[in-house]
C-alpha cells in the first residue's frame, strides 16, 4: 500500500523559508515521478513543481525561481524548498506519486499525501 508523508509546513513571516518532506513507502520510489501541489481556501488545486524519476523538474510559473523540487531516492523522499515566500503562497501542500509523469502534470495522480499546512504572514 502506497504511504506519503509529508512534513515541514509551519508559519513563517514574509521573505521566509521552509523546506518540506515527502517520504513514500509501499512503492519502487525511484520508478516514479513525484508532485507538489497546493490547495488555498476557495481556489482549485494547483501543480507546484514536479520531478520525474530521473530527476527532471518542473514549476508553475508562481514560484519559478523561489521554489526547489529534489528528491533522495536512497531515503525515498522528495523535498519542497520554498525560498522568498509570500503570503500567497498560503495552502495546504501536498505530494503525489504516480508511475506517470502525465498523470501528475494533469493533476491525477494515483496517490496523494495528507498534506501540511504552509502559513506566510507577519
Known amino acids: 500500500q502506497v504511504q506519503l508523508v509529508e512534513s515541514g509546513g509551519g508559519l513563517v513571516q514574509p521573505g521566509g523559508s521552509l523546506r518540506l518532506s515527502c517520504a513514500a513507502s509501499?512503492?519502487?520510489?525511484?520508478?516514479?515521478?513525484m508532485g507538489w501541489y497546493r490547495q488555498a481556501p476557495g481556489k482549485e488545486r494547483e501543480l507546484v513543481a514536479s520531478?520525474?524519476?530521473?530527476?527532471?523538474?518542473n514549476y508553475a510559473d508562481s514560484v519559478k525561481g523561489r521554489f526547489t523540487i529534489s528528491r533522495d531516492n536512497a531515503k525515498h523522499t522528495v523535498y519542497l524548498q520554498m525560498d522568498n515566500l509570500k503570503p500567497e503562497d498560503t495552502a495546504v501542500y501536498h505530494c503525489?506519486?504516480?508511475?506517470?509523469?502525465?498523470?501528475?502534470?494533469?493533476?491525477?495522480?494515483?496517490?496523494w499525501g495528507q498534506g501540511t499546512q504552509v502559513t506566510v504572514s507577519s
Open positions: 503525489a506519486a504516480d508511475q506517470v509523469l502525465h498523470n501528475i502534470v494533469v493533476i491525477n495522480p494515483a496517490s
Open positions: 509501499g512503492i519502487t520510489f525511484s520508478r516514479y515521478a
Open positions: 520531478i520525474s524519476g530521473g530527476g527532471s523538474t
